[in-house]
Nanobody
Framework: QPQLVESGGGLVQPGGSLRLSCVSS????????IGWFRQAPGKEREGVSC????????IYAQSVTGRFTISRDVAKTTVYLQMNSLQPDDTGIYYC???????????????????????????WGQGIQVTVSS
């Protein structure tokens, strides 16, 4: 299983932007589903966005659609989450996660409710804090 390390978090004012990076220790992320998740204080972990199927499929939670963009650089084994128009409700610890295997990748992030995505992922980063505040 890949080891994942997140970076790019921090404090930003409402309306600002951040780009998170998730670096995988594996040689390639090509055959994995990679997801971004977040957890706010007192709330359950929820899915934010996923990328899979060789990068051909990207999925977003409704709350971030139009504001966040997930992408990847296979050569750098890195997945990015560009976050624009950030709001206080986006505050939380952000995690990247990975899962491999044909069936698991197919199933990843397919649920209608983003709070159901997390159990399908098997490798997790340690998380990074994102705080949106004036």
């Amino acid at each position: 299983q890949p080891q994942l390390v997140e970076s790019g978090g921090g404090l930003v004012q409402p309306g600002g932007s951040l780009r998170l990076s998730c670096v995988s220790s594996r040689y390639t992320i090509e055959n994995y589903a990679i997801g971004w998740f977040r957890q706010a204080p007192g709330k359950e972990r929820e899915g934010v966005s996923c990328i899979k199927n060789g990068g051909g499929t990207t999925i977003y939670a409704q709350s971030v659609t139009g504001r966040f963009t997930i992408s990847r650089d296979v050569a750098k084994t890195t997945v990015y989450l560009q976050m624009n128009s950030l709001q206080p409700d986006d505050t939380g610890i952000y995690y990247c996660a990975a899962v491999g295997g044909f069936s698991a990748v197919k199933r990843a992030c397919d649920g209608q409710e983003p709070t159901t995505w997390a159990p399908d992922f098997t490798s997790w980063g340690q998380g990074i804090q994102v705080t949106v505040s004036s």
